[in-house]
C-alpha cells in the first residue's frame, strides 16, 4: 500500500529585513550606492518571493543611502512564501568599493520553517551577525579613502640675478 502526504496547510509568508548604515560619508556627497547579492545556499527548494522571482536563484539589489535618511537604510527582496518545513539557508555579499569598509561583506543566515498545527511558521535566524532591535540585519560600512601619493614637480625660478 502506498501512501501520499500532502500539505493542505497554511504557507509561511516572512520578508526579512536589512538595515544599511553609512558612516564617515565625505561633507559634500549627499548619496551613495551599495549592490547586494543574495544567493541561495545548499540547494534551496524553489519558493516564491515577490512577483515572478523565486528563491532558488540568486538575486541582485541595489540601494541608494542618503544624507537626507541619516545615512540609514533599510531594505528588502520582497516577501517570501514557503510551502515546505524546513531549514533554508542564504548568504548575502556586498559587492566591494574602493574606500568602503564593510564590517560584514558576507553574511549567511538562515530561515526556519515549521509546521504548527497546520500552520507554517517561518523565523530567522541570523546566526551570529549584529541585528537592530526589530531584528533586522544591521551591515554597516565605513568611508576610509586610501591614502594617496604623489610626487609634486617642482620649478625654481629666480629673478633679479644670476643663479650661482
Do not use: H
Not at 561633507?27 to 522571482?53: G, I, M, R, W, Y
Not at 541582485?60 to 533599510?74: F, L, M, N, Q, Y
Amino acid at each position: 500500500m502506498d501512501t501520499t502526504n500532502t500539505f493542505n496547510g497554511v504557507d509561511a509568508k516572512i520578508t526579512p529585513k536589512f538595515v544599511k548604515m553609512v558612516e564617515g560619508m565625505p561633507e559634500d556627497v549627499d548619496s551613495k550606492t551599495f549592490t547586494f547579492l543574495l544567493a541561495p545556499q545548499n540547494n534551496v527548494p524553489s519558493a516564491p518571493v515577490a512577483d515572478t522571482a523565486t528563491l532558488n536563484r540568486d538575486q541582485e539589489k541595489t540601494i541608494s543611502v542618503a544624507a537626507g535618511d541619516g545615512w540609514e537604510k533599510t531594505f528588502d527582496f520582497g516577501e517570501w512564501t514557503f510551502s515546505k518545513a524546513g531549514t533554508y539557508e542564504y548568504k548575502l555579499v556586498e559587492k566591494a568599493e574602493d574606500g568602503w569598509v564593510c564590517d560584514t561583506p558576507v553574511t549567511t543566515f538562515e530561515i526556519v520553517v515549521e509546521d504548527d498545527d497546520g500552520t507554517l511558521v517561518a523565523t530567522i535566524d541570523w546566526k551570529d551577525a549584529e541585528t537592530t532591535d526589530e531584528n533586522e540585519l544591521l551591515i554597516k560600512n565605513t568611508y576610509d579613502p586610501k591614502a594617496v601619493t604623489s610626487a609634486p614637480t617642482v620649478e625654481k625660478k629666480l629673478s633679479g640675478r644670476n643663479l650661482k
